[in-house]
């Protein structure tokens, strides 16, 4: 009975221990999403589309930070994202899958290359087009 009880002490000592430091990481890759995305630069959306370079997989983030990393949840060379914010070495992206599922996160941006298109019309462009005609 007696090595019950310490084992039962043991498992909520580790219980108590760990699993503030869990909640901590979480609220510090939330807390740096929420930052991040307020003062990060907004990309433009008529030039938001990016291919990924190099090899292998490019991981992604919930936070622009290597510690907030989604476990198995990545893209490879080829893949193709949608850019909305830029916030030091990472940007805030979207990817849509082959069926339809949207995922959502930040990647380092050295691994993207910059395709000079966009998901929306370059409305200046189309307005400089329609003066010189």
Request: hydrophobic content about 40%; aromatic content about 10%; overall charge positive.
């Amino acid at each position: 009975m007696l090595k019950l009880r310490v084992g039962m002490i043991k498992i909520l000592i580790m219980v108590f221990l760990v699993l503030p430091c869990k909640v901590l990481a979480n609220d510090f890759c939330a807390d740096l999403d929420k930052l991040a995305s307020a003062k990060g630069v907004i990309l433009n959306n008529s030039d938001n589309v990016f291919k990924v370079k190099g090899v292998g997989r490019l991981q992604f983030y919930s936070a622009p930070n290597k510690k907030c990393a989604l476990k198995g949840v990545f893209v490879i060379p080829g893949d193709r994202l949608y850019g909305y914010v830029e916030y030091k070495s990472f940007y805030s992206v979207m990817y849509l899958s082959r069926d339809g599922d949207q995922i959502s996160g930040w990647v380092e941006k050295e691994r993207l290359i910059d395709m000079h298109k966009g998901i929306a019309p370059d409305y200046n462009q189309d307005a400089q087009q329609k003066k010189s005609n």
